[in-house]
């Protein structure tokens, strides 16, 4: 079980920070104004180049995975398994959203 937690736990931090790198490139006071392909190089390029979302990252794994090592059993279910479950869903979602779409509507 160790394992699968430490495994969700750096999941749901890859998912969200890719998540927030996304609003920050997507937020309404930002001075770039890219769409389409344009927008996706964007968000593509700020994910690996920039040291913010590799430190976020690695802190919410950490502060994930510290979370699952509680030993209260409601303290672990709140700060746990709750925002990984939801996390990773909403990521697994979105990814097979676009997939699907890819693949409806290819030319």
Do not use: N, Q
Not at 5 to 30: F, Y
Not at 77 to 84: G, H, Q
Request: include cysteine.
């Amino acid at each position: 079980m160790a394992y699968v937690k430490a495994i969700l736990s750096g999941l749901t931090a890859i998912i969200a920070t890719e998540l927030l790198t996304i609003w920050w490139t997507l937020r309404p006071w930002s001075s770039a104004r890219a769409t389409g392909v344009g927008l996706i190089f964007a968000i593509v390029k700020a994910s690996p180049i920039h040291a913010l979302p590799w430190i976020v990252a690695i802190l919410l794994f950490a502060i994930f995975f510290a979370a699952g090592r509680l030993d209260s059993k409601s303290f672990r279910v709140v700060f746990f398994w709750i925002p990984t479950v939801a996390i990773s869903c909403i990521g697994v979602t979105l990814v097979s959203s676009i997939a699907y779409l890819i693949t409806k509507f290819r030319p």
